[in-house]
């Protein structure tokens, strides 16, 4: 092709169903909940849209009464993440909305609602989640001056996503009481 020429004529692009590929949840409480933290998203008045690589499975192979659950499908790798460490029964990847310089979440791939649950469940799972949060301190480089690692149970101590996850937190000095 010589420059000047006309670009040769292409199809037109089909377009998807509207809707295809995204998650709409409604409620301000669902956004908080499945949302913080994790993805970027756009807002509205009354709804949010948060695109994801096809729509979350029916049922994730970690399940456990969850269906909708982000960290499930994070876990299962249907909506991306950037994965510091991982395990078969853990996995650490980066919060998109950090508050240190090192901010990583650790979470168990399967679907535990919060610390009490799991720890009454399978404390060795419990017991894993704190070992992997040391190991992702340690990968980090922030063992030898300090870090933080924060499990939120319940809305009133501020867990916004209904799966267990521990914060790591480190790479400045952090303040005391936190919040």
């Known amino acids: 092709m010589r420059t000047g020429e006309p670009l040769p004529a292409r199809a037109p692009l089909s377009r998807p169903p509207e809707g295809y590929g995204k998650i709409r949840i409604s409620t301000a409480r669902n956004r908080r909940q ?17 695109p994801v690589r096809g729509t979350l499975p029916a049922r994730c192979p970690y399940y456990r009464g969850v269906a909708d659950c982000l960290f499930c499908a994070i876990a299962a790798g249907d909506v991306p993440a950037t994965a510091v460490t991982s395990t078969d029964q853990v996995l650490a990847f980066r919060d998109i909305n950090p508050q240190a310089p090192t901010h990583v979440l650790i979470i168990p791939r399967e679907h535990y609602p919060d610390a009490a649950a799991l720890a009454a469940a399978d404390p060795g799972l419990l017991a894993e989640v704190i070992a992997q949060a040391h190991q992702v301190a340690v990968v980090e480089g922030i063992s030898g001056g300090g870090y ?5 149970t319940g809305a009133e101590a501020g867990q916004t996503v209904p799966h267990v996850h521990a914060h790591v937190l480190g790479g400045r000095p952090l303040g005391w009481p936190p919040g």
Do not use: E, M
């Open 34 to 50: 499945h949302l913080h933290g994790i993805a970027s998203i756009t807002t509205h008045a009354n709804a949010v849209t948060l």
């Open 148 to 152: 933080r690692i924060v499990l939120n």
